[in-house]
Structures are given as C-alpha cells and as structure tokens.
C-alpha cells in the first residue's frame, strides 16, 4: 500500500452501522482518504446495495475501486488499521 489510503464508504442516512464505521475510520491515524457516499442519493447504489450497507471500497490510484469484505463491527484502532493493511494491499 503507498501513498495515502482511499476509501469509499457506501452509508445511508441514520445508519447506526455507517456512523459507526465512518468514526472508526475517522478515528485512525493516519487517518485515510475517505469520501462518504449516501446510497439513497444514487438510484443505481440503491439498487445495487439495498439494505447491504456500510460497504467499503478500497480507490487505488492505479485501478479502478475495489469492494472490500464486511469490515468487523467490533474492529477499531490498530486492529481496524492492520485490517485494511491486508485487504488493501497487493
């Protein structure tokens, strides 16, 4: 992973899961790129993701977003740090 990290957080409007994810990531430091994206605001993502959400997108410079697996609720801090390090990489 080089450079700073960008992610995309697919979210919805009062959220309880979201909000929590977007604090959590707010939270880190480093503090990645992130961009939060209201589902409800996007036919096309409401359609895609429903009621799926919080989704994570990794934006690489490189490519083109990637979807990331369903980060853990409980994970925060360091542990949330080490998590997106191996799911960001490679």
Same mark, same amino acid.
């Given at each position: ?5 960008? &992610? ?6 009062g #959220? #309880?899961? #979201? ?8 939270? &880190?430091?480093?503090? $990645?790129? &992130? ?9 096309? &993502?409401?359609?895609r993701?429903?009621?799926?959400? $919080?989704?994570l997108?990794?934006? $690489? ?10 980060? $853990? ?8 740090q ?9």
């Amino acid at each position: 992973m080089s450079g700073a990290l960008s &992610l995309r957080l697919l979210s919805r409007a009062g #959220c #309880c899961l #979201c909000e929590g994810l977007e604090e959590k990531l707010r939270a &880190l430091d480093p503090a $990645p790129e &992130l961009k939060v994206v209201d589902v409800d605001q996007h036919p096309a &993502l409401r359609s895609r993701y429903g009621l799926e959400v $919080p989704v994570l997108l990794h934006c $690489p410079d490189d490519g083109d977003p990637r979807e990331l697996p369903r980060v $853990p609720p409980r994970l925060q801090g360091q542990l949330l740090q080490s998590w997106l390090h191996r799911h960001c990489s490679g």
